[in-house]
């Protein structure tokens, strides 16, 4: 875990597992995106399951240490990007280049009441359906009571809860 970020949720391993087990093949081949990456634990997940590739997006300098060190002790760098920057920046400046299969999402929770949710706020940002490839999935892990809309790029699939976790299956929209 990065040192110094209280705000860090990992997502539990049990969590990990069913995600990961219900996604099965898809994993394979597909290329990642880790937003909200925190220790990089869910990117690195999908590597390791066959994921061709990862990029892994956190603002804060100490996760992206921390994802450095946790890809570098899985050898397994050579297949990653750790990009250091605002989720919506880097989103914008992935837009030019290819298109994600699987993007893997896990957002702080709001802490206060009334306040937005940032799952909903990133499910309704426009550049990330531009950087998901029609037919790739959106994993978004988010507070129960969060009630998302998809906007009319993303279709709901399914759900997963998990105590006070929900976890959102998308598929982006063809066209």
């Known amino acids: 875990m990065p040192r110094g970020a209280a ?7 049990k969590v990990k597992g ?7 093949e898809m994993v394979v081949s597909a290329r990642a995106l880790d937003l909200y990456a925190g220790s990089g634990a869910l990117g690195i997940e999908a590597l390791s399951r066959g994921a061709a590739s990862a990029t892994f997006v956190d603002q804060s300098r100490s996760c992206a240490e921390a994802i450095r060190k946790n890809l570098a002790s899985a050898r397994l760098e050579e297949t990653a990007t750790v990009v250091e920057a605002d989720i919506n920046r880097a989103l914008r400046r992935l837009g030019g280049g290819p298109r994600f ?45 969060d ?6 790029a993303w279709r709901f699939n399914r759900q997963q809860r998990h105590g006070d976790t929900l976890v959102s299956f998308f598929v982006r929209a063809e066209g």
């Not at 069913?18 to 099965?24: D, E, P, Q, R």
């Open 18 to 24: 069913a995600v990961f087990s219900s996604l099965g």
């Open 101 to 145: 299969t699987l993007v893997l999402a896990d957002p702080p929770y709001a802490k206060t009441p009334g306040r937005s949710s940032l799952a909903q706020e990133l499910l309704d940002n426009a550049d990330l359906a531009s950087v998901t490839e029609p037919g790739g999935w959106l994993i978004l892990e988010h507070y129960r009571s």
């Open 7 to 13: 705000d860090v949720r990992p997502t539990p391993d």
């Open 147 to 152: 009630t998302l809309t998809p906007p009319g």
